[in-house]
């Protein structure tokens, strides 16, 4: 586990989520593990920060105000410096029909985050950003 932790250390994800109890248990998680973690509490600001900052994996909620998780990844996945980047979506709340058009917009993982533990979730990090 060490050298793998060395491997990741230091990278910066975004987490795009407006529930702060989702932020603090997932974020807390992760920073445990040598992560630089960053939050946008809706999709216009997280939009705005992975456009303007460097992350190299974006956790995105699809129920968000101001703008939805499928509408950010859309926009991410149209600009040249943020189409390649690694998207995990963790999401409450969502319909078979909705997962299926976002995993097809190219995200690499959807977690139902009601079921997911921070320790899954920084593990499934960890394997994407070797």
Same mark, same amino acid.
């Given at each position: 586990?060490? &050298?793998?932790? %060395? &491997? @990741? =250390?230091?990278?910066?994800?975004?987490?795009i989520e407006d529930q702060e109890i989702f932020i603090e248990?997932?974020? !807390? &998680? *992760?920073?445990?593990?040598?992560?630089?973690? $960053? $939050?946008? %509490?809706?999709?216009?600001?997280? $939009?705005?920060?992975?456009? @303007?900052?460097? $992350?190299? /994996?974006?956790?995105?909620? #699809?129920?968000?105000?101001?703008? +939805?998780?499928?509408e950010v990844i859309a926009k991410l996945k149209l600009e =040249?410096?943020? %189409?390649?980047?690694?998207?995990?979506?963790?999401?409450? +709340?969502?319909? !078979?029909? @909705?997962?299926?058009?976002?995993?097809? #917009?190219?995200?690499?993982?959807? /977690?139902?985050? @009601?079921?997911?533990?921070? +320790?899954?979730? +920084?593990? %499934?990090?960890?394997? *994407? /950003? &070797?």
């Amino acid at each position: 586990m060490e &050298k793998a932790r %060395k &491997k @990741t =250390e230091g990278k910066r994800i975004l987490i795009i989520e407006d529930q702060e109890i989702f932020i603090e248990m997932f974020g !807390d &998680k *992760l920073r445990q593990d040598g992560f630089q973690v $960053f $939050f946008a %509490k809706n999709g216009a600001w997280g $939009f705005e920060e992975a456009l @303007t900052k460097n $992350f190299d /994996l974006l956790i995105i909620d #699809m129920t968000m105000p101001v703008m +939805s998780g499928e509408e950010v990844i859309a926009k991410l996945k149209l600009e =040249e410096k943020t %189409k390649n980047i690694p998207i995990i979506v963790l999401s409450a +709340s969502v319909d !078979d029909e @909705t997962q299926r058009r976002v995993e097809q #917009m190219g995200i690499q993982i959807f /977690l139902v985050k @009601t079921r997911v533990t921070p +320790s899954d979730l +920084s593990k %499934k990090v960890n394997r *994407l /950003l &070797k």
